[in-house]
């Protein structure tokens, strides 16, 4: 019959029936089990004499223990360990060690004679710190550390020869050891989301390495030798402070190049003639401000996403790209491509483009003809912009004030777009109210703009208002007349709190609020915005994500990424909206 576990044994129970299946498979898995120690026994299983051998039993064949397999796979993921035993050593032929999601502070340096381990996994714990002796692991292929506290490694990183995975990121790395270098099995490596401000220029010695991500830190350049890796396949450098691309002359083989928000100006033939592979190339978030021809040279081209730069003008031949499928172009101040095609989607947008080729031939640099008279568009106001494209623009001229000629010029002529951006603009111009009748986009965007005038207010036909890259902390209530409202981008300005009059601006179907201070939202007050699909809080203070956000079941897209909330974590963030909440909705105390 069933025997009792002697009385004397500490620690929570774990049932002797998964200890005899450990002994016989060689695994033992004690996952969410409210551990906060390992029972000694666990340690010691392949060691003790079984209890079932001190029974006066009959064995059967299949339970000869003294044929016991020694255990070479252990997962106590998901409990509340705070520290490893030293007795781990008992346990040699461990191949796989899984303590993921506990609070370890720190690990045993007898971790370091499992010579027989290939896959420690210790994510998502409290480590601050490495044992050096874990440097001796000369099997290992697979570590995984990513979400902890770590600041610095070991020198002797570079003695891990084997390794093909390592994962790093969610630590508060500043800088990477040198002995990288030696790492030449590595194929994936992820530096997301740390502090590192460059990257060894050594690292391109690591010649197996296929993905490299160093998403989320404080690059400035890349180093030129990264260039030469020969089997890089997909490179992340997404939410840094480059300034450029590098130029990748051996990376023959990279098929997906992230670079957006960052702060890339030029975008170079150099970078792109030898990407032959590339299919995937993602720049959004940056201030291009022109596309080289030479991209018709990425013949693999599948995803292209260009959406807010400063793009101007596209080379037609774009259109020609042979497999491209997804071409995102918003944001963008494009003179010779319409908002309304632009939300078409690609293969509308494709077509037009391949429809003007000709176009491009007759005037390749789009140089205008020599006359004896003056351009309008060569003057200080473009009337051909105000009378066709309906266009008031006076933007990227460093100026404090719109001179009055600009409101001068547009007399009876209705004006639909207003681009006011890129100046050192304090205050809204008041005599934008004069446009109220016919304006409906208006573009505010990297001013130093502190609040928003009630002469905007007055704008009644507004539907788009990108007032990004200010000094706003507030909006007034009178903006609940901009009942037309749909999108309002309010990122990198100073909120501290989520505009309260937004909840009464029912029509609106985006807000980008990302990169400011804001620290709570009202989800029941969301929720009456029944129009709403896109709300973006990235990169605020948010200690808490209100279950009830759940309920808000128009949002198509929520980004919550780069706050200091706990739940939900970034594996359920990565999953995307709908996963995110459906997870919200769950939590709803009932």
Known sequence: AGFRRPAAEPGPAVPQGLIRAARKSGQLNLSGRNLSEVPEHVWRINLDTPEEAHQNLSFGAADRWWEQTDLTKLILASNKLQCLSEDVK?????????????????????LGQLENLQKLDVSHNKLKSIPEELMQLSHLKSLLLHHNELSHLPDGFGQLVNLEELDLSNNHLTDIPTSFALLIN?????????????????????KSLRQLDCTKNYLETVPSKLATMASLEQLYLRKNKLRSLPEFPSCK????????????????AENLKHLNSLSVLELRDNKIKSVPDEITLLQKLERLDLANNDISRLPYRLGNLPQLKFLALEGNPLRTIRRDLLQKGTQELLKYL???????????????????????????????AITSLKLLEYSEKQAAVIPDEMFNAVRSNPVATVNFSKNQL???????????????????????????????????????LDIRNNFLTSLPEEMEALTRLQVINLSFNRFKVFPSVLYHIVALETILLSNNQVGS?????LKK??????????NN????????????????????????FRTPRAAILAKGTAAVLEYLRSRIPT
Do not use: W, Y
Not at 97 to 108: G, I
Not at 192 to 201: G, I, S, Y
Not at 355 to 369: A, F
Not at 541 to 558: A, F, I, S
């Open 521 to 525: 939202i009202d989800p029941l007050q």
């Open 529 to 538: 915005m029944d129009k709403l699909g896109t709300l973006d809080l990235q």
């Open 90 to 110: 008992l346990l040699p032929a461990l191949t796989v060690l899984d303590v993921h999601d506990n609070q370890l502070t720190s690990l045993p340096s007898a």
């Open 541 to 564: 203070d948010l200690l808490q994500v209100p279950p009830e956000l759940g309920n808000c079941e128009t949002l198509r897209t929520l980004l919550l990424e780069g706050n200091p």
């Open 186 to 206: 590595l194929v994936r490596l992820n530096l997301a989301c740390n502090q590192l401000k460059n990257l060894p220029a050594d690292i391109s010695a690591m």
């Open 426 to 464: 304090n205050e809204i111009p008041p005599r934008i109210v004069e446009l109220k009748d016919s304006v409906c986009d208006v573009n505010l965007g990297f001013n130093k703009i502190s609040s928003i005038s009630l002469e905007l207010c007055m704008l009644h036909k507004l539907t788009h």
């Open 354 to 384: 391949r429809s003007k080729i000709q176009d491009d031939v007759t005037s390749p640099n789009e140089e205008p003809p020599v006359t004896a008279m003056t351009l309008p568009s060569e003057s200080r106001i473009n009337m051909h």
């Open 253 to 268: 083989l990279l098929k997906e190049l992230h670079a957006g928000e960052n702060q890339i100006e030029i975008l170079n």
